[in-house]
Each structure stands twice: as structure tokens, then as C-alpha cells.
């Protein structure tokens, strides 16, 4: 269901979601009608309100259960709430589908979610207790149970509110949407190339698109689960040995859970101008400041080259998000929540809790206290030495 209300509404004049990651969602969509049908199990795309597509399955359904991934942020339980005025009676079974940890786990580690990182990697680190993958291979569609009345709707980025467009040349993420092409990349990064090996010392690389995995993207819209990941690089260790890269990947792995758990806890306050922290700074709003920080027009090269990489790919490297956040709040001192609603709208990437965690740590708001201001000076000096990546944007 593509919620037309979703694809309509802003936040400080940002859509909610941009072109880069509609056109990676549909190819998701696409990805997965396809491989459902190879089992011959039937999928329906639907474009609109939520309650009117409801209305319409129930006219033709007796819908008794509905089977989802369980949130906990304000915008995704709008949408459950919608559903269950229209269904009262029905049942809802939901999964922690996209954590690595299981709350039941975490919950005999710690009593709450601690604010630093580190004590919650030690506390829960030591003896693993991940799940078992989901079995999806005998999955078998009874056509006495279902058999859809209702025709998909066609939808495409023209349907979404966007132009056709192709992937920019210099991309670092020069991927499609899906199942498929996830699992190709991590066949690919750990067991084609044996990247995963080196991934602690390249993960900081600014081009091209092996410096780093690139999970985080189908980890965003569940193409990909933490769980097999998790599996892949222990099934890796066992074929090629592990060492601190093999590791590091665990350790990000354990940062995404950081912050899902972070925002389970603190809830509709990771969207508050104070964060978690409650941390009363003097933000700004200068429409002329933030529009050279989007144009890449500020007066650091660093940080032009990380925003025109965003602005014209949807996609920018780890270092290039804690350095352009930082400046941003600490150089600009602009408030944290228009640039954390501007990566929401470009960011094929995006996830709710990563995205405001990691924005609400950088403006000194979040799970760092210490409240540090990056140098991009300096850290142009230690990661771009040779100007190769401000040359490529900024040429």
C-alpha cells in the first residue's frame, strides 16, 4: 500500500520521502511481486487513503488478521490506528522483524536502555542470542483461501508525484531495490570479494562502492533483515576466519539496534527540538544559511562536496553525514530537526530511528553528552588528502 497522504505531506518544507528512495521502493515492490510469483502466490499494490484501500479489501474480504512489523513512532502508529478504526474486530500479529536483539533478550541485559553505546554493546554483546531466520522457501499459497478480486493499481514515480530520471555517474550506491539485488551485494561484499575483511579499515572511504557494505539500505526497508546478516558474517568467519572487520560489522549492526531501542524508550522525544538529552540550546532557523548548506554553497569544500553528493545521488558516506550534521548544528547553529527532515526526504537510506538518533547525537541533544564539533577542515586533511572525492563533486 503506497499511502497517498504520506507522499503528499511535508515538515519544514522537506517531503517526506524524495525521488531517490520512491524509485528504490518501487523496484522493492517489483522485486518482491516477482518473486511471489514464482511461488504463485498473488500481490496487490494499491495507491491512495488508507481507509478508503481498507474499505475496498473489506468489501470483498473478511479480513481476520493482519500480519505486520511492530513500531512504535508516532507517524506509523497514525496509520495502524486508521486501520483499526475501520477493523476494530480484526487481529493483529506483529514481530520485531527489524531488530537484531529481541526486546526479551535486552530486557534481562538491562533494566532500561542505557544513553551511552558503549555500556549497551558490553551489556548485551557477550552471549548473542539472535533468532533464527525466518523459513520462506516452502511457503505455499492455498487458492481456496485467497483468490484476489481486487486489480493492483499501476503505480510509478509519475503515480508518487515524481519525474523519471536515471542514477547519477558518480553514485557510490549504483544499486537497485529488492530481495534479490541485496542478497546479490552481500554474496558479493562477503564471499565474491571477501570485502568484509578489510571492511573496518575501508569502511571510512568516500568513493566508489565498495568502501563500505551499502546494507543500510535494503536493512531500511526490510529487503534485508540484521538477522541473516548476522548469520552470513558468522557462516563468513567459519569459511575465511574472523578478525576486527568481521567484528566491526557486528559492532554497526548493534549501533541500528542502539537506536531503534533508544527511540522504543524515549519515544515521540527523539522529534523534539531538546531530544532526550533535554538540552535548551539557542537553535536558528536562516532559510539563507540552510539553502547553502542543501546547495553545497557553504564555505568549507568538505561540506559542499558531501551535500552535492546527497542532493545529486540520494546516498553520502558515514563520514560525510557526521561532519555535515555537526557543521550544520555547530557552525550554522541551525536546528537539528530541518537537516534531520532534509536527510529524510533524500536519503535512500533513511530509517526513522538511525536518522534522528544519530542527528539528536551530533547536535549535542542525543546519546553523547560530550557534545562534539567535528573539524571538517581536518577531517577533509585525514579522508580526502588527495582532493579525489571534493574534485569529483566539485568539479
Known sequence: MFDATFFNSTQFSFRK?????????????????????????????????????????????????????????????????????FLPAVKWVKSYSQLLLQPQFVKVKLDEIPLLFTTFRQKTEKDF????????????????????????DNISLQTLGFDEFEMHQSTAFPFSGGETEGWERLNHYFFETQNLGCYKETRNGLIDKDYSSKFSVWLA?????????????????????????????????????????????????????NG????????KSDQNLINQWINGETDSDFIN??????????????????????????ILKQDWRIGAAYFEEMLIDYDVHSNYGNWMYLAGVGNDPRSRTFNAAKQAEQYDSEYKFRNLWLK
Open 221 to 273: 526497508n526490510g529487503s534485508l533483515s540484521a538477522v541473516p546478516v548476522f548469520h552470513e558474517i558468522k557462516r563468513y568467519e567459519a569459511e575465511f576466519g574472523e578478525n576486527e572487520s568481521t567484528y566491526w560489522l557486528v559492532f554497526e549492526l548493534l549501533w541500528r539496534d542502539f537506536f531503534k531501542y533508544t527511540s522504543m524508550q524515549f519515544r515521540e522525544k527523539i522529534f523534539q527540538k
Open 129 to 152: 542470542k539472535i533468532r533464527n531466520e525466518f523459513d520462506s522457501e516452502h511457503l505455499v499459497y492455498n487458492k481456496s483461501i485467497l483468490d484476489l478480486k481486487i486489480n493492483s
Open 17 to 85: 520521502i524524495g525521488k531517490f528512495r520512491a524509485k528504490f521502493l518501487l523496484e522493492t515492490v517489483s522485486d518482491l511481486e516477482n518473486n511471489l510469483k514464482k511461488k504463485k502466490i498473488p500481490f496487490l499494490k494499491k495507491f491512495g487513503q488508507v481507509q478508503d484501500i481498507f474499505k475496498q479489501i473489506s468489501e470483498d474480504f473478511e479480513v481476520e488478521k493482519i500480519f505486520c512489523q511492530r513500531e512504535w513512532t508516532k507517524e506509523e502508529l497514525e496509520v495502524v490506528n486508521q486501520i483499526k478504526a
Open 276 to 283: 532526550i538529552l533535554d538540552r535548551d540550546y539557542e537553535w
Open 305 to 330: 562536496a558531501n551535500m552535492l553528493e546527497i542532493k545529486n545521488t540520494g546516498w553520502m558516506s558515514n563520514r560525510g553525514r557526521q561532519n555535515v550534521a555537526s557543521y550544520f548544528c555547530k
